[in-house]
């Protein structure tokens, strides 16, 4: 009985719960956005409240942001960057309730997870731009674009890998075109 339920809690947490995964076709055609799985041993924090870091048991802290003027699934919305061991994680959260006016809960409303990054990521290879630190084509920053990028001596990274942008009616991450996204460098900027 056990082992069903686990089958179908990781069939349907497969189906339902997805970080975004930017990849090429064959040479010559035009890149596709594809969904890919979320690590599903990352999948539990989805739906995880929370209102202090500190009750974030064996994750390290890397990072938040609010978004300004912007609500996400009708809440406040946020990210928090985290790492749990050498896995990467920026979850999209949304305000729930105030406790007091110092301390606000959170919930996890989706999760992009970076396993073919992590490395890069980790060794400060790679960047991950979030929280208004990407902007697009106009040269405005957007706030709702989440981006990989590759590190340089460029104050504005332009070597983009993966990008996404959240979708503030769902509170999910979708797939987002890396094309005419810049980055500014956390190193320069």
Request: a positive charge; one cysteine or more; hydrophobic letters at 35%.
């Amino acid at each position: 009985m056990q082992t069903i339920k686990s089958i179908l809690f990781a069939a349907i947490a497969t189906l339902g719960i997805t970080s975004c995964n930017y990849q090429s076709q064959v040479s010559g055609q035009q890149p596709t956005l594809q969904y890919a799985s979320v690590d599903p041993q990352l999948q539990s924090y989805i739906g995880l409240r929370y209102t202090t870091t500190k009750e974030l048991k064996e994750i390290e802290f890397l990072g938040a942001s609010i978004f300004g003027g912007g609500a996400v699934k009708n809440m406040q919305g946020g990210y928090t960057y985290v790492r749990k061991g050498q896995k990467n994680m920026l979850w999209l959260t949304g305000q729930i309730n105030v406790v007091n006016q110092q301390q606000p809960a959170w919930k996890v409303l989706d999760i992009l997870s970076f396993p073919e990054y992590d490395r890069l990521l980790n060794n400060n290879s790679y960047y991950l731009g979030w929280g208004g630190r990407c902007r697009i084509k106009n040269g405005l920053s957007n706030p709702d674009v989440v981006a990989i990028a590759v590190l340089s001596k460029e104050e504005w990274l332009r070597d983009i890998k993966q990008a996404w942008k959240i979708n503030r009616e769902t509170g999910k991450f979708e797939p987002y075109s890396p094309n005419n996204i810049s980055c500014e460098n956390p190193n320069l900027g």
